[in-house]
T-cell receptor
C-alpha cells in the first residue's frame, strides 16, 4: 500500500536527550514536510524539503534538525536545544500543487 | 509571506443544522493552491478538497460545498445538514505555486462540535 509511515507512534524523551522521529513515504513525492501541533492548536511548519539533499526552515525550526538523503525518507531530530518538545508531530508529502498526504503522527512527551 | 486565517476557533451546532467554516488567506503569488483538511480525534489529517487560484468555480460534494472568492481572498466551507460524524477540527491550507520551494501553510483550525 502506498502512503506515509511515521514511527514510533509514541515517544518519550528525557530532558537533555536528542530523539529522532522517522518518516518514510513510498508515493514518489518530491516534497516532504514536518509539522508540530500543540493541544488545541493548529499545525506549525518546522522544516520542508522539495528535493533530495535540500531543505528549508519553516516557522519554528529552532531546536530541530532534518536530513533528506533519500527521496523517500525525511527524519526529524528533536535536539536538547528544543526547550518545549512535548507535542504531536505530523509528517506529510506531496507533489507540487497537489494535496499533501499525512502520516498518523508521533506523540512526543518529555519525562 | 503567505498566511491563512480561520477566525472561528470553535463552532457548536445541533445535528441537521447547516454550518459554514470561514477561511481567509494572504499571498503575493498569482498561482497558488487552497486546501481543506479534516482532523478527527484519531489525529490523522484527511484531505477534503484542493482548489487552484485559476478555478473559482464553487464545488459541491455530497453535503459539503466550497465557496472560493478571489476578490475577498476567501475559501469557505459549508456542511449542509450536519451530522455527529462531522465533529472534528477542520483546517484550511495554502500552498504557493511559484519558485522552487513551496511552503504548505495551515490556518489554526476550527473545531466543529455537532450534537444530537
Amino acid at each position: 500500500d502506498g502512503g506515509i509511515t511515521q514511527s514510533p507512534k509514541y515517544l518519550f524523551r528525557k530532558e537533555g536527550q536528542n530523539v529522532t522521529l522517522s518518516c518514510e513515504q513510498n508515493l514518489n513525492h518530491d516534497a516532504m514536510y514536518w509539522y508540530r501541533q500543540d493541544p488545541g492548536q493548529g499545525l506549525r511548519l518546522i522544516y520542508y524539503s522539495q528535493i533530495v539533499n535540500d531543505f528549508q526552515k519553516g516557522d519554528i525550526a529552532e531546536g530541530y534538525s532534518v536530513s533528506r538523503e533519500k527521496k523517500e525518507s525525511f527524519p526529524l531530530t528533536v535536539t536538547s536545544a528544543q526547550k518545549n518538545p512535548t507535542a504531536f508531530y505530523l509528517c506529510a508529502s506531496s507533489i507540487r500543487g497537489a494535496e499533501a498526504f499525512f502520516g498518523q503522527g508521533t506523540r512526543l512527551t518529555v519525562v | 509571506a503567505q498566511k491563512v486565517t480561520q477566525a472561528q476557533t470553535e463552532i457548536s451546532v445541533v445535528e441537521k443544522e447547516d454550518v459554514t467554516l470561514d477561511c481567509v488567506y494572504e499571498t503575493r503569488d498569482t498561482t497558488y493552491y487552497l486546501f481543506w483538511y479534516k482532523q478527527p480525534p484519531s489525529g490523522e489529517l484527511v484531505f477534503l478538497i484542493r482548489r487552484n487560484s485559476f478555478d473559482e468555480q464553487n464545488e459541491i460534494s455530497g453535503r459539503y460545498s466550497w465557496n472560493f472568492q478571489k476578490s475577498t481572498s476567501s475559501f469557505n466551507f459549508t456542511i449542509t445538514a450536519s451530522q455527529v460524524v462531522d465533529s472534528a477540527v477542520y483546517f484550511c491550507a495554502l500552498s504557493e505555486g511559484g519558485g522552487t520551494a513551496s511552503k504548505l501553510t495551515f490556518g489554526t483550525g476550527t473545531r466543529l462540535q455537532v450534537t444530537l
